[in-house]
C-alpha cells in the first residue's frame, strides 16, 4: 500500500467548506433504523399508498429485462405524450430526476453567492437546501392564514431583488392552495428580474381550475410537476419542468443528460396514459381527506382543507412550559407507535401534525393510534 | 390568460449564458429517432448485453409494487453489501445517480470559474462537460501509445496547479489499462493539493491486480463504480464513490439526497450478491474480446489489448483527401447498416472504432456488416 500522505484531501470550493452538514429530511428508513424496528404505517412523506396504475407496474415489470441499456437521454416519448396530454409544446417539456433533482439546476442556473430567493417560512426544505447549497439568500415571507401569500412574496422579490421567488400551488406542508385566476392576477406583481417557481407536485389533486393558465413561453414562469405524488412512482425518480425553450435550452447546459432512468421514463408513460387510475386515486384521497377531518374532529381537533393528498391537523397553538408544541408531542407519540406522520417546522404552522391520506386500513391504525397518543402528549403538555 | 410582459425570463448565472448548448454524447435513441429506424445491434455504449443477474431482475420485478415509497436516502443496505464485499468502512462509501451523477456532485465541490483540471485528451467527456459546466479550465495530456499518463497528468497538474485530475482505469474509450502496483507507485507523485478521480467503472472485467490498493482514508484518491457495466444496470443509474469519511460528508452538503431510485437499490444489492453470475459475465466478456480480435484480424485489423468490456480496432491512421479518417468512414457505414458502435473523438485515437462486446449473435452481425461496411469505407477513403 502506498505511504499514507500528510495532505488533508480534496480542495472543497469556499462555499462547500463553509456550508453546514444538512439535510432537508431525516428520511423513513433511516427513522426506521434508528428506532430499530419498522413504521407499522407510512403517513408521513405523502407518498401515494394506493399505488400507480397497474399499467405502470407492469410496463416496469416488462422494462427491467432491458434495463442493461441507458435510458433515453430526451426521454422522447414520455414528453411527446406529456405535450399531448397537457397541450404543451415538446420544446416546452423538460423530464428529470423527480423535482428535487430538477429544483437542483434550475438553482444553479441562476443562483450564485449572495443572490436573494424568495419563498415562504416552513416551506419546502429541500429547494431551501438547494438554494443554500449554491450560496443564495433565503427571504421569507410568514403565510397568512396558513396559505402562502402571492402578493408578500412578491413585493419582497421586488424589495430584495431576488432572482427566484418559490411558490407551491398547493402548498406543502399546509396542503391550502390559490385557484388558478388568483395566481394569474397576482403575477402582474411579480417584478421584472424575478422568475417564479410553481411548485405543482400535488396539482393533480386539486379542485379544477387550480392551475393557473400560463402560456409555456411566458418567461416569468417555470413550472414543476412530478410523477411522484399522484401517479404513485416516488420511488422511480421522474418529474418534468414546463418552462420557455429558451429556458429549457439553459437546463440542457447543466442537467445529467442521462440521469433519468429507464423504468421510470417506461412506468411514467404507462401511468399518464391511465387516467381512469388517476381519477380513482383522486377520488380515494379525496375521501381519505374527508376521513382525516373528521378522525381529527372525533378527538376535538381540526383539519385544514387541502387540495393536497395529506391533512395538517391543528393541535393548537399553545406552547408548554418547556416551549414545546402539543403537536410536537402528538408527533413524537405516534413515531413512537409505529405511525410514521410528519409536522410543519416553522411557527405558527407546527401547530398542526401533517398526515398523508393513506388507505382506509392506514387511517384506522392512525385513528386507533391517534387516541392514546393524544393522550401521552396532553398528559405531558400540561405537566 | 395574462397578458405577456416582454420580460426576457430568467436572470441565468454569466456561467450559463456563456456555456455552450452543449451534449457529452448523442444517445442511441436520440440517433435512431434521427435515423427514423431502430439500430440493429447495440455496440456503441458498452452496455451489458449479457444482462444483469436473474436475481437482479427478479429483485427488481418484486420492488415495483413498492415503487410508491421514495428510496432510502442512504441506500443503507446496498451500503452495508458493498462494505462486506470490498472491506470498506460504510462510512468510505456514497451510493448515488451513476458515475456520472457522482462526477457532478464531486466537480460541484471542489471547481469554481478558473481553476484547472486535468485530464487526457479524448478521455471521458461527461466528466469534461461537468468540469466546463462549472467553469473549470481543462488542461490536457497525450495519450501515450494508447494508454492515459499517470506520469504526465501528475505533472501538468503540478504545473497547472490542478485541483483535480482524472483517469479511468481501465481506460475509456481505449480499452487500455495500468496495473495497480504501478498506479500506486505513480500516486507518489501527484501534487499536493490535487485529488485524483479514479474511475474505475471498467473494473471488475480488468485482471485481478489492476485495482490499485488505495486506503479509503487517503485524501489523494476519489474512486467511482458503478453497476451499470459489469453488473447490467445502466438504466438503473446506480454507482457509487470510495472517499475519506470527511470527503463523503462533503457530498452529503450538496447531494440530491433522495435522488437513488428504489429500484435500482434493490437491483444492486441483488446483483452483488451474486458474484456467480459477474464471474459469468466477465468471461463472456474476454471471449467477445478475443471474438472481435479475431474478427477485426480477419479484415487485416488490429484490435488493441483491452481490460473493458470493449475493443478499439485500429482501422489505420492516415486522413483522407477530405482530412477524414478511416474510422470515422467506418463508423458511419456500420450505424448506416444498423451497427451502433462509437470512435475516439481525439488523435490519434480516432483511428480506430470502439466497439461493446455483445453476446455471439450481436458479433455475428457486427463481422457479418463489418466486410461490406470496410470495402465502402476504403472505397470512399480513396476517392
Redesign the interface.
Known amino acids: 500500500?502506498?505511504?499514507?500522505?500528510p495532505?488533508?484531501?480534496?480542495?472543497?470550493?469556499a462555499l462547500?467548506q463553509a456550508?453546514?452538514?444538512?439535510?432537508?429530511?431525516v428520511?423513513?428508513?433511516?427513522m426506521e433504523?434508528q428506532a430499530g424496528k419498522p413504521f407499522r404505517v407510512?403517513l408521513g412523506?405523502n407518498?401515494?399508498?394506493?399505488?400507480?396504475s397497474p399499467l405502470a407496474?407492469r410496463a416496469?415489470?416488462d422494462?427491467?429485462?432491458?434495463?442493461?441499456?441507458?435510458?433515453?437521454?430526451?426521454s422522447?416519448d414520455l414528453r411527446a405524450a406529456l405535450s399531448d396530454h397537457l397541450d404543451v409544446p415538446m420544446e416546452n417539456l423538460l423530464v428529470g430526476?423527480?423535482i428535487?433533482?430538477l429544483l437542483?439546476v434550475l438553482v444553479?442556473?441562476?443562483?450564485?453567492p449572495g443572490d436573494r430567493v424568495v419563498t415562504s417560512a416552513g416551506a419546502y426544505p429541500?429547494f431551501n437546501y438547494h438554494v443554500t447549497?449554491h450560496g443564495g439568500e433565503l427571504v421569507t415571507c410568514a403565510y397568512v392564514e396558513d396559505r402562502e401569500d402571492p402578493a408578500a412574496l412578491f413585493a419582497a422579490a421586488r424589495e430584495s431583488g431576488a432572482?427566484?421567488v418559490y411558490l407551491a400551488n398547493p402548498d406543502n406542508p399546509m396542503g391550502t392552495w390559490h385557484d388558478g385566476p388568483a395566481l394569474?392576477?397576482a403575477?402582474?406583481d411579480l417584478p421584472?428580474?424575478a422568475?417564479l417557481v410553481l411548485d405543482e407536485a400535488y396539482i393533480e389533486f386539486a379542485p379544477k381550475g387550480t392551475a393557473?393558465?400560463?402560456?409555456p413561453?411566458?418567461?416569468?414562469v417555470?413550472r414543476m410537476r412530478t410523477f411522484?405524488k399522484t401517479y404513485?412512482?416516488?420511488?422511480?425518480?421522474i418529474g418534468y419542468a414546463i418552462a420557455?425553450a429558451?429556458?429549457i435550452?439553459?437546463f440542457?447546459?447543466?442537467r445529467?443528460?442521462?440521469?433519468?432512468?429507464?423504468?421510470?421514463q417506461a412506468?411514467a408513460l404507462a401511468a399518464l396514459k391511465d387516467q381512469a387510475h388517476l381519477d380513482w386515486v383522486v377520488d380515494q384521497v379525496a375521501r381519505a381527506r374527508d376521513r382525516l377531518a373528521a378522525i381529527a374532529a372525533d378527538e376535538g381537533l381540526r383539519a385544514l382543507p387541502s387540495a393536497a393528498n395529506f391533512v395538517a391537523i391543528d393541535c393548537g397553538g399553545e406552547r408548554g412550559s418547556d416551549g414545546k408544541m402539543l403537536a410536537h408531542r402528538v408527533l413524537a407519540a405516534l413515531n413512537r407507535r409505529g405511525v410514521f406522520v410528519r409536522m410543519p417546522f416553522v411557527a405558527p404552522q407546527d401547530r398542526c401534525i401533517r398526515v398523508t391520506c393513506g388507505a382506509p386500513e392506514d387511517l384506522d391504525l392512525f385513528a386507533r393510534e391517534l387516541t392514546p397518543a393524544l393522550a401521552e402528549a396532553r398528559a405531558e403538555h400540561g405537566a
Do not use: C
Open positions: 500500500m502506498p505511504d499514507k500522505r495532505t488533508p484531501g480534496p480542495r472543497f470550493t462547500v456550508l453546514p452538514a444538512a439535510v432537508p429530511f428520511g423513513p428508513d433511516t433504523r407510512r412523506a407518498e401515494n399508498s394506493f399505488g400507480p407496474v416496469m415489470q422494462a427491467v429485462s432491458g434495463v442493461w441499456k441507458y435510458g433515453d437521454g430526451e422522447h430526476e423527480g428535487d433533482g437542483g444553479r442556473m441562476m443562483i450564485e429541500t447549497g432572482k427566484l394569474e392576477a403575477l402582474n421584472a428580474g422568475t393557473p393558465r400560463i402560456d413561453e411566458d418567461g416569468r417555470i411522484s404513485g412512482l416516488a420511488g422511480a425518480r420557455p429558451h429556458v435550452a439553459a440542457h447546459k447543466l445529467n443528460h442521462f440521469g433519468v432512468n429507464r423504468l421510470a412506468g
